[in-house]
Antibody, heavy 114, light 106 residues
Framework: EVQLVETGGGLVQPGRSLKLSCVAS????????MSWTRQAPGKGLEWVAS????????YYPDSVKGRFTISRDNAQNTLYLQMNSLRSEDTATYYC???????WGQGVMVTVSS | EIVLTQSPTTMAASPGEKVTLNCLAS?????MNWYQQKSGASPKLWIY???NLASGVPNRFSGSGSGTSYSLTISSMEAEDVATYYC?????????FGSGTKLEIK
């Protein structure tokens, strides 16, 4: 059974940093691209970042480019999202997703507020 | 950026009624994925590659479309179908979701 478990969320002040983790199980992690997607409270879904299976290439929308970094440790079956210079508009539930968004984690809440 | 416009934004259907949800892309895409999200839960892949049902999806659901126009159809609405449905294009970066259609039951 595919499982994606996110951790690392919480309350953080504007301008500060936070790092999310996602531990994957039930599939061969290093065979799949991975992504992060977020959902602001009461709002729709927004793609945040993607990474190739080797980690050699990454992709971001303009809204987070230069502030967020996606990475992975294939030996530990773990996906990361380093979030710097956080803004109030980054407040959302962050989901770890596999490949073409076929499996989603339960999500982790990030609140950016002073 | 490819903008996906979903319509209607909200709709209510009676049990047994046929339902069609639409997703219009601002530029042509190769295919569309659809996701079902129930209140308080993570989204689930519902339809992939325009017309393929994900595992466990009832066959009253179907997907169709090409180019810039895609749709999700429920042949006969059931109470368990109450959810918000999102379309997603994976043809070009940035990847984009539609704003969702909230489906309710009368």
């Amino acid at each position: 059974e595919v499982q994606l478990v996110e951790t690392g969320g919480g309350l953080v002040q504007p301008g500060r940093s936070l790092k999310l983790s996602c531990v994957a199980s039930g599939f061969t992690f290093n065979n799949y691209w991975m992504s992060w997607t977020r959902q602001a409270p009461g709002k729709g879904l927004e793609w945040v970042a993607s990474i190739t299976n080797s980690g050699g290439s990454t992709y971001y929308p303009d809204s987070v480019k230069g502030r967020f970094t996606i990475s992975r440790d294939n030996a530990q079956n773990t996906l990361y999202l380093q979030m710097n210079s956080l803004r109030s508009e980054d407040t959302a539930t962050y989901y770890c997703t596999r490949a073409h968004f076929d499996y989603w984690g339960q999500g982790v809440m990030v609140t950016v507020s002073s | 950026e490819i903008v996906l416009t979903q319509s209607p934004t909200t709709m209510a259907a009676s049990p047994g009624e046929k339902v069609t949800l639409n997703c219009l892309a601002s530029s042509s895409v190769s295919y569309m994925n659809w996701y079902q999200q129930k209140s308080g839960a993570s989204p689930k892949l519902w339809i992939y590659g325009t017309s393929n049902l994900a595992s466990g999806v009832p066959n009253r659901f179907s997907g169709s479309g090409s180019g810039t126009s895609y749709s999700l159809t429920i042949s006969s609405m059931e109470a368990e179908d109450v959810a918000t449905y999102y379309c997603l294009q994976l043809s070009s970066y940035p990847l984009t979701f539609g704003s969702g259609t909230k489906l309710e039951i009368k």
